[in-house]
């Protein structure tokens, strides 16, 4: 999924259930808010598969240490839970081998 960070940068993370999304806390520390995209596959175009959810609660790993980077994670709570639906969602990932 597509987040972003008030209105300002871009990060991506992954939906673990219904109401957590799992991303970097190099995203998340110091956010205001973020508006989450589901169902994107073309951030340039309106797709019917597209929805959008904002949040302003997230939580960041306790050992979060951004001069190091270790504990490099958060999560943002979502308002309204997601509906899972049992059609999968396939992303295109364009992958080079090494030479």
């Known amino acids: ?5 008030d209105g300002l940068y871009f990060c991506g ?7 957590h999304v ?11 808010f973020f508006t989450l995209t589901f169902g994107a596959h073309n951030q ?13 609660v997230y939580t960041i790993h306790p050992n979060w240490n ?3 980077l ?7 709570t979502l308002p309204t839970p997601v509906a899972f639906t ?5 992303m295109k990932m364009n992958i080079t081998k090494p030479s």
């Open 13 to 19: 993370g992954s939906l673990i259930d219904s109401t």
């Open 86 to 90: 049992r059609r999968p969602t396939y």
């Open 66 to 68: 951004p001069n190091t």
């Open 1 to 5: 999924m597509a987040i972003n960070i």
């Open 44 to 56: 340039a175009q309106s797709e019917p598969s597209q929805f959008s959810e904002r949040s302003t």
């Open 22 to 32: 799992l991303t970097a806390a190099h995203c998340a520390d110091g956010a205001r």
């Open 70 to 76: 270790s504990g490099d994670m958060a999560i943002i």
